[in-house]
């Protein structure tokens, strides 16, 4: 069964700059696009960033020009590049294939004023 695991989240002043990790416990980058979501308590999950299996990417208006999604199919790892982070950026962010799969725990971004 393959399992998402993501990392790289954590406290950062805005301004600041982190770099979002999933590895997938199996090989289903090769055929899929993988999309980043990202959720606040009590909202819906907003998907980001998506990067097609041939590497065509798009990104939510919210991010645009600011984060960048790149993969890494030898490794079964997609990131998450996020620059000049903004406290409204502040979520849980969750990768996961399109079709998706059973969704991993999510990494906490807390951007801080």
């Known amino acids: 069964q393959v399992q998402l695991v993501e990392s790289g989240g954590g406290l950062v002043q805005a301004g600041g700059s982190l770099r979002l990790s999933c590895a997938a416990s199996g090989s289903i980058f090769s055929a899929n696009a993988m999309v980043w979501y990202r959720q606040a308590p009590g909202k819906q999950r907003e998907a980001v960033a998506v990067?097609?299996?041939?590497?065509?990417?798009h990104y939510g208006g919210s991010v645009k020009g600011r984060f960048s999604i790149s993969r890494d199919n030898a490794r079964n790892t997609v990131y998450l590049q996020m620059n000049s982070l903004k406290p409204e950026d502040t979520d849980v962010y969750y990768c996961?294939?399109?079709?998706?799969?059973?969704w991993g725990q999510g990494t906490q971004v807390t951007v801080s004023s």
């Open positions: 996961n294939s399109d079709p998706p799969i059973d």
């Open positions: 990067i097609s299996s041939d590497g065509r990417m």
